[in-house]
């Protein structure tokens, strides 16, 4: 066979291995984006490109295998279900001491479950495994109960704290294979707090004359950071 062919042939066999490993790699790329939606696009943001992304994310995935995450037994369904509804209660006179308590709650939760309690962002990146639409609301949730922390989150920070934080807690409370809203233990609205949060930065402000709850037609909390139109803030009175 003439030497001329051979190179072709070569060639041709390059050509054939550089395009299954692009279409794998698509593949991996397609597979991760289904699994992590818009976590995707936030680790591509916050790595040094798509490779590095990527590899985070699939690191992700290989911790989380090697975590024994248990559901909750009904009987802690039902009683985490009657401590929310309490804490949600106490806000309309301690909004951020019932901040603070679902905060505190939704980490026992976790704990409960399987997570490894270590540092926040470690624990976000396993529930971005899990949780992928609500991870967000996580992050955002935990930001404002640290501002609270240092009585600088207004009432309507602790009304959006409260409301993300919820979305969280109830899809760790959702049974392994339960889908749709009928899984969670039916909740009630969070009520409008009586007295102003007191925030350095902006003086006292006033609780919103409209109480923290669900969306339109009962709707689901925000999912992917993205607030309904009861997280928004009301016009200060």
């Known amino acids: 066979m003439a030497t001329w062919l051979w190179i072709v042939i070569v060639i041709v066999v390059v050509l054939i291995i550089l395009a299954a490993a692009m279409a794998a790699r698509r593949r991996r790329t397609m597979a991760l984006r289904e699994r992590f939606g818009p976590e995707y696009d ?29 559901p909750l037994s009904e009987a802690a ?27 505190d709650l939704v980490n026992r939760v976790m704990e409960e479950r399987g997570y490894p309690m270590r540092d926040f962002d470690a624990r976000a990146d396993l529930v971005s495994v899990d949780h992928p639409d609500v ?37 760790l409370l959702r049974p392994d294979g339960a889908d749709g809203h009928a899984a969670v233990p039916a909740r009630q609205a969070v ?20 109480p923290l709850s669900d969306g339109p037609n009962g709707d689901r909390p925000a999912r992917s950071g993205q607030a309904t139109d009861v997280e928004a803030s009301d016009d200060a009175h």
Do not use: C, M
């Open 42 to 70: 936030r680790a591509v943001g916050a790595r040094e490109g798509q490779r590095a992304a990527e590899a985070d994310l699939r690191g992700r995935e290989r911790e989380r295998a090697r975590l024994d995450i248990k």
């Open 191 to 210: 009520p409008e707090p009586r007295r102003p949060v007191s925030d350095p930065a902006l003086g006292d402000r006033p609780a919103s004359d409209r």
């Open 77 to 103: 369904r039902v009683r985490y279900t009657e401590e929310w509804q309490v804490i949600q209660q106490s806000f309309v006179d301690q909004p951020e001491e019932a901040t603070t308590a679902g905060y």
């Open 135 to 171: 991870v967000e609301n996580y992050r955002v949730a935990h930001g404002i109960h640290e501002r609270a922390q240092q009585h600088q989150a207004s009432t309507e920070d602790l009304r959006e704290a409260l409301l993300r934080y919820r979305s969280l807690f109830e899809e």
